[in-house]
């Protein structure tokens, strides 16, 4: 299953980015769409998810700063990111998942299928 995410780039402090996750999956692969992100150094961490029914998660670090969204017209998932800060450069991974009971949109493990990464880099 191929994800293709693409939006990343250099930006200062306090700018936005905006990346997308296009997708060829079926449909029942694509009930959860989420970002993951990866600083150098440091483990790949939960950033945003969200359902088909529209139901939206983020961590902590982000809320009120970071916007997830989807077309499922055009198979792709939107991250939009405002009010940027260094600590947010890292690799972008966007990934899909099932609706499997139990499943925890802010665990790896939930995921299938991943893109490739695109680079972020906030500069102060």
């Known amino acids: 299953v191929q994800l293709q995410a693409s939006g990343g780039g250099l930006v200062q402090a306090g700018g936005s980015l905006r990346l997308s996750c296009t997708t060829r999956?079926?449909?029942?692969?694509?009930?959860?769409m989420a970002w993951f992100r990866q600083a150098p150094g440091k483990e790949r961490e939960f950033v945003a998810a969200i359902t088909r029914s529209q139901d939206t998660f983020y961590a902590d670090s982000v809320k009120g700063r970071f916007t997830i969204s989807r077309d499922d017209t055009k198979n792709t998932a939107y991250l939009q990111m405002n009010n940027l800060n260094v600590e947010d450069t890292a690799d972008y991974y966007c990934?899909?998942?099932?609706?499997?009971?139990?499943?925890?949109?802010?665990?790896?493990?939930?995921?299938?299928?991943w893109g490739q990464g695109t680079l972020v880099t906030v500069s102060s």
């Open positions: 999956a079926r449909p029942w692969k694509t009930y959860l």
């Open positions: 990934a899909i998942g099932q609706a499997l009971v139990g499943a925890r949109p802010s665990a790896p493990s939930t995921y299938e299928n």
